[in-house]
Structure formats: structure tokens, C-alpha cells
């Protein structure tokens, strides 16, 4: 049987940003996941289908591919120098929970 490869890696940051106001998605390229949220809290006042775009946006970077210890730490780095507002809409723990995530990420990548 043939693989199939998830529609998901196919999506651009245009992609990521026109999913996210539907649904999260899940297994985006990370650079494309990082870039869909910079250009999501781009705008200087959000409405609301705009914040909520945002924050999607946020956990599909949250929720990115990370293939090896290079993309993990690019994604640690860009989720833990957000500010605060990014994590609005998140219980207060998520942030902490989900940097810790990252550090066991690369930590067993180093393993292997």
C-alpha cells in the first residue's frame, strides 16, 4: 500500500493562516507554522475571528513537525521569547508546560 503524505506538510504560512481560522493544525512545517503567527499578530487591533485566528495559529506552531534537535530548538526559542499577550486565551501553566515539553524533546533527541 502506498504511503500517503498528510495534506498538512503542503500548507504554506497562507495555508497555515486560512486552516487556523477553522481548526489547529497539526504536523505543519515549522517554519511555515512560525511564520502563519507572525503574520496572524501582525495586525495592530485583532478582532475577534482575527484573535482567534492568532491563536491557532500559536498552538500549530505549538503543535509543529519538529524532525531533529535544530527545529526543536528553533521552536523553544521562538515560543519561549514570545510575550505574554501571545499566550492569552491559554491557561497560565501552558506556556511553562509547554517549553518544558520542548527541553524533554531535545533532551531525547540528544539520546538517540
Not at 503543535?63 to 530548538?73: H, S
Not at 523553544?76 to 514570545?82: Q, R
Request: charged letters at 20%; glycine letters at 2%; proline letters at 9%.
Amino acid at each position: 500500500m502506498p504511503k500517503h503524505k498528510p495534506v498538512v506538510q503542503d500548507l504554506t504560512a497562507a495555508g497555515i493562516i486560512k486552516t487556523c481560522s477553522v481548526f489547529v493544525p497539526v504536523n505543519a512545517p515549522l517554519h511555515h507554522a512560525i511564520a502563519a503567527h507572525r503574520l496572524a499578530v501582525s495586525k495592530p487591533l485583532l478582532k475577534a475571528p482575527q484573535r482567534t485566528t492568532a491563536r491557532h495559529a500559536l498552538r500549530a506552531v505549538i503543535l509543529a513537525t519538529t524532525r531533529d534537535i535544530p527545529e526543536a530548538q528553533r521552536q523553544f526559542d521562538y515560543l519561549s521569547e514570545l510575550p505574554a499577550e501571545a499566550w492569552n486565551g491559554l491557561p497560565p501553566q501552558t506556556r511553562q508546560s509547554v517549553l518544558d515539553g520542548v527541553t524533554r524533546l531535545i533532551s531525547t533527541l540528544r539520546l538517540n
